[in-house]
Nanobody, 123 residues
């Protein structure tokens, strides 16, 4: 199983980024997919999740209204569209897969993880 996250980078506050996570080795279309982030010195926190067919999405209060999660089951890829970025969004972002529906917000509810991609938002 491999989850390959990409798309991170350095952006100014107010800017946008799109993260991608390509999955292989799993039956992608039956899994809930999630994004988490971890800032230095902080615990890994839930950002967003999407159910198997994209019909239901879930967001943390910190990103609701600014971030959008989506998926393309034909490409085995989940995306995180991030708009109106703030310096406090700076973190390593991880994608993860989960057999749970509805998704859980605890990292323990996810079984496979990507390697992470760094997002840095400058003020």
């Amino acid at each position: 199983v491999q989850l390959q996250a990409s798309g991170g980078g350095l952006v100014q506050a107010g800017g946008s980024l799109r993260l991608s996570c390509a999955a292989s080795g799993i039956s992608f279309r039956v899994y809930t997919m999630g994004w988490f982030r971890q800032a230095p010195g902080k615990e890994r926190e839930f950002v967003a999740a999407i159910n198997w067919n994209g019909g239901n999405t879930y967001y943390s209060d910190a990103v609701k209204g600014r971030f959008t999660i989506s998926r393309d089951n034909n490409k085995n890829t989940v995306y995180l569209h991030m708009n109106s970025l703030k310096p406090e969004d700076t973190a390593v972002y991880y994608c993860a897969s989960s057999p749970n529906t509805p998704p859980r917000v605890e990292p323990s509810g996810y079984d496979y993880w990507g390697q992470g991609t760094q997002v840095t938002v400058s003020s």
